[in-house]
């Protein structure tokens, strides 16, 4: 990634707390910017995230206006494909049927790899072009951000226990709480057990995905610290360094960046599938 000056001057701790701290507006810390009570907004999470879903609308909205069966361009073969893939994934892994299921997953895998996709643009590019404009801080890639991930993971959480009371009905749910996975001899064991097993969800969903990110964020900030520590002689050693480096952790974070979007879109489908099970 590009070299930054604030490295060199300001030391190399600052330089990772300011590109891994989010433009706060609302109830925040006037010196740290951290959120500092429940009426806190991470505006640049909330711009980003809606701005990709829009392109999504967008691009969607355009090429269903140009869709031709008979000769299907470059583009729509693409965005068959991804269609397809999703599609199959819905079928194998999904019992019965639910219109909801497959836009859905679709949705998630999407709107995530675009979300994670942020992470390969140079750190230091948009937060220098916010600078211009008097922005302090500017955090670009909302996967990185765990209230984006939580708010997603907990929406996930909310159709699944809507469609575990749809299914099996409210008793049928608590009988989940009551009797499973030991029987009826164990029921404040069950319960434990059961309460435990369906938080895990939401938590696994979000902080998986928060934590791939993150990391393969501030490994891409380590690597832009080479070029911005070095002086004199050693730049021109470490410069080349940082170009190969940085070209290898792009190639590789591309694929973690896929499988991530891969894995929250396919557990989806997997919690959903169980919620739609009428024994468990």
């Not at 507006?25 to 907004?41: E, M």
């Not at 500017?138 to 469609?163: E, W």
């Not at 575990?164 to 996975?181: A, D, R």
Request: proline share 5%; with cysteine; hydrophobic share 55%.
């Amino acid at each position: 990634m590009s070299q930054s000056e604030n490295a060199s001057g300001g030391g190399t701790v600052e330089y990772i707390q300011h590109h891994l701290t989010n433009l706060c507006v609302g109830n925040c810390d006037p010196i740290t910017h951290q959120a500092a009570g429940f009426w806190a907004w991470h505006l640049d999470t909330m711009i980003f995230s809606y701005l990709l879903a829009a392109l999504i609308v967008f691009v969607s909205w355009r090429l269903g206006g140009k869709l031709n069966p008979g000769v299907p361009g470059g583009f729509q073969n693409f965005v068959e494909s991804i269609l397809d893939f999703v599609s199959g994934q819905v079928r194998d892994t999904f019992p019965g049927h639910n219109p909801l299921i497959g836009p859905l997953a679709l949705t998630i895998f999407v709107w995530v790899f675009l979300m994670n996709f942020m992470d390969l643009i140079p750190v230091d590019l948009l937060p220098l072009i916010a600078s211009w404009f008097g922005i302090q801080y500017l955090k670009v890639v909302p996967t990185t951000d765990l209230n984006t991930t939580l708010a997603m993971s907990l929406t996930v959480f909310g159709l699944i226990i809507f469609y575990n009371i749809k299914v099996k009905g409210l008793g049928g749910y608590l009988k989940m709480f009551l009797f499973h996975p030991f029987g009826k001899f164990f029921v404040p064991v069950n319960i434990v057990m059961s309460t435990i097993e369906e938080l895990a969800k939401p938590l696994s969903l979000g902080l998986r995905l928060f934590g791939n990110l993150f990391a393969g964020e501030l490994v891409f900030l380590l690597i832009a610290l080479l070029g911005g520590t070095a002086v004199g002689a050693m730049f021109y050693f470490m410069f080349p360094l940082q170009i190969i480096l940085d070209l290898g952790w792009l190639i590789f974070h591309l694929l973690v960046i896929t499988l991530q979007a891969f894995i929250f879109m396919v557990l989806t489908i997997v919690y959903l599938a169980m919620a739609h099970a009428k024994d468990h």
